[in-house]
């Protein structure tokens, strides 16, 4: 479905401003969509410019682009991470920003989490099907590529599997309040969800800062939206439960971020 838009970059960088002005994820407009020739379903994230398009990176979709780089290319010079996290990493799109942006001036470890199976949306049935070995691959050698051109050592840690294991093994190993930064990016499942925040919350640490993609997405199911299939109710669940732990940074509203105040 994506195939003929992606090779039209200058219309998509003429559409970036829609990305700003709307939620990534709602559907494109009628008239945009045809003009890109995007089948239905097709979302704002699928016209974004993919973010290795200038850096010689491979990413086949523009997902981290329109909906975080806007917002972390304030928020992550802010929270200044040394020990990252990460829930999710598919491609590596969020991975090579956190190198590419913080090993210019220091070195860095970044944690690395995913099945590399895919979530039900990347199934052959999904909305958005993928070969998710091609897609291992792809992030190998994305972060490769990163890791080469930073000035500064980056330690690397993939732990394939799993995030409830892989999350629970890093605790084992005494990680708990390890973390500066955690990207909860993973299944979107909402038990799944809820199960990653309350681990990376324990990872986390005081004044460290959990980002939660995907806070306002919802799948684009025929008989319309599952709550328990979408992030949102298990991102309020745990901010609810913890409002005595944390606080919510203000941001545009598409992640969700939070602070953590105190164990
Ligand atoms: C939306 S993608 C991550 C995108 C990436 N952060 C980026 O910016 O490009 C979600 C990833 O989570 C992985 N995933 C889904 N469920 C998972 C689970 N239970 N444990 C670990 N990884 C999972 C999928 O394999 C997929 O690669």
């Not at 020990?83 to 942006?101: H, K, M, P, Q, V």
């Not at 000035?151 to 500066?180: I, M, N, T, W």
């Not at 919510?248 to 971020?257: E, G, K, R």
């Amino acid at each position: 479905m994506h195939l003929r838009a992606k090779g039209d970059l200058s219309l998509r960088r003429e559409l970036a401003p829609l990305l700003q002005a709307h939620a990534p994820f709602e559907r494109v407009p009628e008239a945009v969509r045809s003009r890109l020739g995007l089948a239905d379903p097709a979302t704002l994230a699928d016209v974004a410019v993919p973010a290795g398009s200038d850096s010689g990176h491979q990413f086949t979709n523009g997902w981290f682009q329109g909906a975080a780089k806007s917002v972390w290319d304030d928020l992550v010079p802010q929270i200044d991470p040394t020990r990252i996290l990460e829930i999710g990493s598919f491609e590596g799109a969020s991975s090579c920003y956190l190198i590419d942006t913080l090993a210019t001036r220091k070195d860095i470890e970044i944690h690395c989490i995913d099945t590399w199976e895919g979530g039900v949306e990347n199934a052959a049935d999904g909305w958005s099907p993928a070969n998710m070995s091609d897609v291992e691959q792809r992030f190998l050698d994305n972060i490769r590529l990163s890791v080469d051109r930073a000035p500064h050592k980056v330690d690397v840690h993939l732990h394939k599997g799993r995030s409830d294991l892989a999350l629970c093994k890093l605790l084992a190993e005494g990680r708990q309040g390890y973390f500066d930064f955690i990207y909860v990016d993973g299944s979107h499942q909402a038990p799944d969800v809820l199960c990653d925040a309350v681990l990376a919350f324990r990872l986390l640490r005081e004044n460290g800062v959990i980002a939660f993609d995907d806070y306002l997405w919802k799948e684009p199911l025929p008989y319309g939206v599952d709550p328990i299939r979408c992030p949102k109710p298990a991102i309020d669940a745990f901010t609810n439960l913890y409002c005595r732990k944390i606080s919510i940074i203000s941001a545009p509203l598409y992640q969700l971020y939070v602070r953590k105040l105190c164990e």
